[in-house]
């Protein structure tokens, strides 16, 4: 026996957006998700270059530039 439906009626019964959506954010999460708190503790830092760690960083950064340019001249005389 078959039940006859309206198209409107038809319609209503089914839903306005798919049962598994992920458009609410909270539906499907990964195993290791982190919750907002967890984010603010493991935010990047900003690098400031004002700081001893900051000056200390850039001093290396042209130490090793001076050494690699030595280095490459020195090769340059070699050849």
Do not use: C
């Not at 306005?16 to 954010?25: F, K, P, Q």
Request: glycine content about 10%.
């Amino acid at each position: 026996m078959q039940m006859r439906r309206t198209f409107k009626e038809y319609e209503a019964m089914w839903e306005d957006a798919a049962a598994n959506s992920v458009g609410g954010g909270g539906v499907s999460m990964p195993a290791d998700a982190m919750g907002k708190a967890a984010h603010k503790k493991h935010k990047k830092r900003i690098y400031d270059g004002r700081t001893k760690e900051g000056k200390a960083f850039v001093k290396r950064i042209l130490d090793r530039r001076n050494k690699k340019m030595l280095k490459g001249s020195k090769l340059d005389e070699n050849v």
